[in-house]
């Protein structure tokens, strides 16, 4: 039993260590046509990025590894994969509530972790990306990378959800998580100036967390940083 454990938890680290290399260096990809020289003279914070990612990379997997053999050998988990388990319509509302509560968990952690006392031992490290490229997405210290890496694995055995729906948050929480500090803003002008942009977090917005730091703390909507007046609106530099 432990042999299975520990392989499902080294084979979540592999997986979640190539999806980063893969959607970050794909970005990055992107970024070097999108604005050229835009990676010239952040070598060595690239490297660190990459480093601390990739140390990040065995915290999310270890729990997600546990996690998954409990699911396929245990039964644990509400995650289901008959399509009748639950209601139709409840189908897409799960991937919005995960998204909603991993986001007001990031809220609340983001601002604890910008208190002095705690941004030196904790965030200290993200905020070192100046500026942030496609590499800095799992850029963290250690201590912050344990609260981010227990959201979805806790998330799962309280909120139901179709294996494809938590599929989609993953999709979403690695694309997000890419863009977010890539430099640029991927997303239409017209998406991101409307009404419903004004609610969602994309590079524009998060581009200003990093410029400014104490401000738009939220991960994918804008809510709560409203709600707290803590949203001081997007980046006027991408
Ligand atoms: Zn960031
Ligand atoms: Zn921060």
Redesign the pocket.
Known sequence: MWTAILLSAAAMTAIVALRYLASSGIFALATNRRLPGYHAKLGKQIRSEIGWSLASAAIYGIPAGIVAWGWQERGWTRIYTESDAMPLWYLPLAPLLYLLLHDAWFYWTHRLMHRPRWFKAMHAV??A?RP?TAW?AMSFHPWEAITGAMVIPLLVFLVPIHVTMLGLVLLVMTVMGVT??MGWEMFPRALVHSRLGGWLITASH?QR??EEYRCNYGLYFRHWDRLCRTDKGLSERI
């Open positions: 993200h905020h990306s942030p800095a977010n500090h998060h967390h990093h």
